[in-house]
Each structure stands twice: as C-alpha cells, then as structure tokens.
C-alpha cells in the first residue's frame, strides 16, 4: 500500500508496510501512481503527453525513472505486501506483562474546567485520595506482573496529583526501593494542573519525575475561558509563572505543555506558538474529548479548519527552527530511524493488557479514559486482573481488528487509535473515532513533511 | 537525473526479526488522549 501527497513543495510517497518514505518531482509522482495498473510503454506515452513542453523529459529518462521504480519494489521500498497480519491475531496467545501504571492518586481536583473528561477529577463516583498502602500494593503488583521487563512507568493522575503530594512522594521512594533488588528501572511521571506546584514540588519533580506534564490551553482568553477554579476564576496568572520557572529548572530532563484546543480555539496554531512564545519548547495540544452536544464540543464545520491548522504549525515550526527558535511539538516528533518496531506498530498503546490504571480504592481499569464505567472493571491490585476475557479483548484491539482500518495508509502509525476514544464514539473498542482519525492521519502527513524537509535541507 | 530520493528509515520487514517491549507505553508521554512517536533504544542492535 502506498500514501501519496503533496504538502509544502514536496512530493511525498509514503510505502506503508516497509515504511519506506521517498520524496520524488512531479513526473515521478505522477509515474508512481500509474505503475501498479498501467503498463511501462502507457506510462511513458501518458507523461510524454502531460509534459510535453518540459525537455527533460524523455523517452529515455522516463525509462530510467520506471527502472528506479522497479528496483525500489524489488528491495522492498515500494508496493511492498502486508506480511503482518498473523501477527496481531498472535497477540492472544502471548503471556501478558504489565509495564505502564497510571495511578489515580486524587480523584479530587482545585480546578473546575468545564471540558475535562473525569468530571472535575472525581470520574462520575466519591472524592477521595489513594492511601500509601494502596499505591504500595499498585507498585508491588505491577513489580510482580511485569516478567521480564525492565523499564517500568508509573503516571501519577488525577484529577489533580498534587492534592496528594505527600503519598506521591513515599510512593516514588518505595518504588525507588524495589528497583535493585528486582532489576527493575520506574520511570515516574506527573500530570498536573500546577496551582499547587512550589519551589518543593519543582524540586523533588526536577529530582524524581522523568516527565512532567502541564496543563496549559495556550493564550490567557482561551486557558481561561475553560479552565476555571470553583470561584469562577480563570487560572492562566496563576500557573503560568509556575510553569516557567518549573520547565527552566528541569534543565534537559523531558517536560510538556499539554493543552486541549475546542470549538471555541480551532485557530490553536495561535495557542501552541503562544505557548512557544511564553518560552516553553515542548508542546502538546490535543483535540477536546467531550460529548457531540456539548457547547465546545468540535464540529464537522471545524474539520476542515484544523486540519489546515495543523499544516501551518508545521511550517511555522520550520521556519521558527531555520530561525534558531524551534520548539517540540508531540505529534510530529517522528523519528524514521529510530522509531517503533512492527511489534509496538501493531500492539498499540498496550491499554488493558500492558498498561493499566489504577483507582484510589485500587481497582483497575484498562486505562484513565475507562475508569468510573463499571463495565470495564478488570480487578484489583490485590487479586491481580480477574476479568481476562476482557485482556483478552484489549490484547486484539489493534490496526487488525478494526474493519475501517484495512485500507488506511496510517494504520502503523495509530495501530488502530485509541479504545477509548473508539469507545466513546461508537460503543465498540474496535470501532473507529472517524474524526480522530482524519486529524491523525493529517498530523502524519505534517511530521513525515518535517522529517523530508530536514532531511533535504530544503524549508520553504 | 534522478526523479526519487529515498530517505532513510528504519526497515519495518526487518524490524520484526528479534519486539523487545522496553519502549515507553504511547499514552503515557504526553497527551493521555489522542504510537509513531515513540522511540526505539534498541533499533540498531535489535536489528542488526
């Protein structure tokens, strides 16, 4: 399967299942997209005619590039076959270990923004904080099913995490304390809201935290606008110095700004340069998860916006880097070289087999999205995952699972998208959330269009 | 003239070979929402 496209002045053919990416002139472009239903002397007459007034292209050189076609197929680069369908249907059989835990160490929050998912942080059920003895036990079972594997993560979530500080805290020491005696390495993250962040907090996270992320929508109408505290005040001056002098102090150890663009921001280039501006240079902003009729819910009319949105990030980054002021932005950190192998390709994000969240009463869910829906319980930190029928349906959750995946050209690069976004849009964690999708697929186009431009050296 | 230049990237055939699982889990990293960009540590030495 190829993915052909034309984005900033390039030519692009993406060769899905090698992962191949070549960047080509038109004539080429064109030749391509004849090659696998055309024969070589009606591809030559027809670029002979399309550019006829061109000299460079002859008879000769047409013949050339249609060998260069045939030799990149031959070396598995282009129209290469899908060989890794029996791979994900393989998945079922292999023992599962648990790696990644998300802990919900509040279910409580100081903030009241209208869109969030867990319903002010108390996911639809009681307040309440997850004791030590919970975590403890969230740690040791997560020690216990993890096999083999070394590299362990623990996500400290809320709601908001900080109303929990100290229990984070003697959870990263516990956790610190298996590491030797069981060859294990934790790599802890935090997720918050940063009212509550301090020189402390900063201190302690700059020490412990491998990551650090921080909620912020981008310019101070838009973060305010939504993410308001219980009096009704937006809390942009509130966290944003925070934040500064948090992100400064963490020196080259990972942190990112993380926004939600809505309805009401479609134009969030603006949010994620903001946030650039603001001196932050590692940034994520993501589509609002909400229900259709909700006020700030986006829109079928809002569609094409973004996806227009997303291509003039991308060239700005490109500009701002040439510039010597560049930034990250998540979803185009591609790396062709080094990223994920077929495996990772094809399991997906690993939610309800490798990777779990845990409540502050210690049940577990299949991930953050799913806790509070009783139907997704999987056990407990106690009694490890009793329902396995449902693992076992998390463990085919993938690219190959899903029917409106075959002929999508992304499907390497999403295994299939979220669960629970497909959850929630259609009641099946093998359905597709269509809207996601297309943002996906354009944020695709635009990382591999950066990763090109870097490559040839060639900004716009 | 060349009309193609290929990039490099690293050979998903070949990347099947040896899956190792140590990579980071995908929604832990950044977004929570919405797994290419994740990285590899192992990509030279898993398939050499």
Redesign the interface.
């Known amino acids: 399967m190829l993915h052909q496209y034309q984005l900033n002045g390039y030519n692009i053919v993406l060769d899905v299942?090698?992962?191949?990416?070549?960047?080509?002139?038109e004539?080429?472009y064109d030749m391509i997209a004849l090659y696998e239903n055309h024969t070589a002397e009606e591809i030559i007459e027809a670029m002979l005619k399309k550019y006829a007034d061109r000299e460079?292209v002859t008879r000769e050189?047409l013949t050339q590039?249609l060998e260069?076609?045939a030799a990149?197929e031959k070396a598995?680069?282009l129209f290469?076959k899908d060989?890794?369908a029996h791979?994900a249907f393989d998945f079922k059989k292999r023992v599962t270990?648990v790696?990644?835990l998300?802990l919900h160490v509040a279910h409580t929050c100081n903030l009241n923004c209208s869109y969030c998912?867990a319903a002010q942080g108390n996911y639809h059920g009681e307040r309440a904080l997850m004791s030590f003895e919970v975590g403890k036990q969230a740690l040791d079972f997560l020690v216990k099913n993890s096999g083999k594997?070394?590299?362990l993560?623990v996500?400290f979530?809320g709601g908001e995490p900080l109303m929990n500080w100290d229990v984070v805290k003697q959870l990263v020491a516990y956790g610190r304390s298996l590491e030797e005696p069981h060859n294990k390495k934790f790599?802890f993250?935090l997720?918050t809201n940063g009212v509550l962040v301090d020189d402390e907090v900063i201190e302690f996270a700059n020490r412990e935290m491998n990551?650090v992320?921080m909620s912020l929508d981008g310019r101070k109408e838009v973060h305010d606008h939504l993410r308001k505290n219980y009096a009704g005040q937006g809390s942009y001056d509130v966290v944003v110095p925070k934040f500064q002098k948090f992100a400064k102090l963490r020196g080259d150890k990972e942190y990112?700004i993380?926004g939600t663009y809505t309805h009401h921001n479609t134009d969030f280039t603006n949010d994620v340069l903001h946030m650039a501006d603001l001196g932050f240079d590692r940034l994520?902003i993501?589509?609002v998860?909400c229900a259709e009729n909700d006020p700030y819910a986006l829109t079928k009319e809002d569609l094409p916006v973004l996806l227009e949105q997303y291509e003039i990030l991308a060239k700005e980054m490109l500009k701002r880097e040439k510039e010597g002021k560049g930034f990250i932005f998540?979803?185009?950190?591609?790396?062709?070289?080094?990223?994920?192998?077929?495996?990772?390709?094809i399991?997906?994000?690993?939610?309800g087999t490798?990777?779990l969240a845990v409540t502050p009463w210690g049940e577990l869910f299949p991930?953050?999205?799913f806790v509070g829906d009783e139907k997704y319980t999987m056990g407990n930190v106690w009694d490890g995952v009793t329902n396995t029928a449902l693992r076992d349906e998390f463990k085919l959750c993938n690219a190959y699972a899903r029917k409106d995946c075959e002929t999508c050209w992304a499907k390497?690069?999403?295994?299939g998208g979220?669960a629970a976004?497909a959850y929630h849009a259609t009641g099946s964690i093998t359905g597709t959330h269509a809207y996601?999708c297309e943002?996906?697929r354009k944020r695709?186009e635009c990382?591999i269009m950066m990763?090109?431009a870097k490559?040839?050296e060639k900004v716009e | 003239m060349t009309r193609i230049q290929t990039i490099e990237t690293r050979d998903l055939a070949q990347s099947a070979v040896n899956g190792c699982g140590e990579c980071q889990t995908s929604c832990q990293s950044a977004c929570k929402t919405s797994v290419a960009n994740q990285l590899c540590e192992n990509s030279d030495e898993k398939d050499a």
Do not use: W
């Open positions: 299942f090698s992962g191949s990416v070549h960047v080509v002139d004539v080429a460079d050189d590039c260069d076609i990149l598995g680069k290469t060989t890794y791979m270990e790696k990644a998300c998912f594997r070394k590299n993560e996500d979530f790599r993250t997720t990551n992320v990112y993380r994520s993501e589509p998860v998540y979803h185009y950190m591609i790396d062709l070289n080094h990223g994920p192998c077929i495996y990772k390709r399991s997906g994000c690993g939610s490798e990777y991930c953050h999205q390497l690069y999403c295994s979220c976004n996601g943002l996906f695709m990382a990763q090109v490559q040839t």
